[in-house]
Nanobody, 119 residues
């Protein structure tokens, strides 16, 4: 069974920092890319950042403040979030494009972790 488990969310004051983690587990053959999305109340889910073997990509709203990184040995992706703003408040979801040892390639989601930026 494939799982993506996020951690690191919480309540932080404006200007503060948080680090999200997402670990993939299961019979994984290869992880092509991993990403973080977020969904704020009343808004559509949006891509925050993604990382593949060759590149990273960021939403304009987080460029210069967030950094995505990956530990391939641990099948884990991180999102370092600095200079947080109230507009960053959302449920953050981990996403991975993976191939299983059985040969199937699919897109998987974590359960989400709440990030709240408020004074």
């Amino acid at each position: 069974q494939v799982r993506l488990v996020e951690s690191g969310g919480g309540l932080v004051q404006p200007g503060g920092s948080l680090r999200l983690s997402c670990a993939a587990s299961g019979r994984i053959s290869n992880i092509y890319s991993m990403a973080w999305y977020r969904e704020a109340p009343g808004k559509q889910r949006e891509l925050v950042a993604s990382i593949s073997s060759s590149s990273t990509n960021y939403a304009d709203s987080v460029k210069g403040r967030f950094t995505i990184s990956r530990d391939n040995a641990k099948n884990t992706v991180y999102l370092q979030m600095n200079s947080l703003k109230p507009d960053d408040t959302a449920v953050y979801y981990c996403n991975a494009d993976m191939r299983m040892t059985a040969g199937y390639r699919g897109n998987y989601w974590g359960q989400g972790t709440q990030v709240t930026v408020s004074s």
